[in-house]
């Protein structure tokens, strides 16, 4: 029914534009000046419900857990952050991502991906509301993962966010 207001589901991932036109494979050299956030922003008047995010690793070769891929640690990492409409950080999330095993100290949930042929994977599920609640944006709010290394020897590299638009209109 046109009009009708109700929680919709979805699944998006993180973009060089925060609408998921941009880049979605974080792959590619974000060392010094380079740094390159990864967002989700609630825009057109969205409240959005962040349920979860799934992060997801591929690359050659075996994925170590002092390593970031099949490569070495990071030595910069990666930073979350929420920030508002203007870029002013609201809130730091107090983690700063440089090894593949640091993802299953704040997800708990990874599983290591090896078939014995082709490209090996990490997969690591962060359900928000096992943290405490879930993330809730609103008001042109952003969350944002700043990648700041070389992970340009990555195959893929993505974050999908699940969760619901409160107020979307069927």
């Not at 590619?28 to 380079?34: E, I």
């Not at 591929?58 to 099949?70: F, K, Q, R």
């Not at 593949?100 to 509301?129: P, Q, V």
Request: hydrophobic share 40%; with cysteine.
């Amino acid at each position: 029914m046109a009009g009708l207001r109700n929680p919709l589901p979805f699944s998006f991932r993180l973009s060089t534009d925060g609408s998921g036109g941009g880049t979605t494979n974080a792959i590619g050299n974000y060392s010094g000046a380079g740094d390159t956030e990864f967002y989700l922003a609630a825009t057109n008047g969205d409240v959005i419900e962040l349920h979860r995010m799934i992060v997801f690793i591929e690359d050659t070769g075996n994925l170590l857990a002092d390593g970031y891929g099949a490569g070495s640690a990071l030595t910069e990492g990666m930073t979350l952050a929420l920030k508002d409409a203007d870029d002013n950080v609201l809130s730091t999330l107090p983690f700063t991502i440089k090894t593949n095993a640091e993802w299953a100290a704040i997800c708990h949930d990874l599983t290591s991906h090896d078939f014995g042929s082709g490209n090996n994977y990490i997969t690591a599920r962060w359900t928000f509301s096992r943290f405490g609640a879930p993330i809730v944006l609103k008001n042109g709010q952003k969350f944002v993962l700043t990648c700041r290394d070389n992970m340009s020897v990555l195959v893929s590299h993505y974050f999908t966010m699940q969760g619901i638009y409160v107020n979307r209109e069927l």
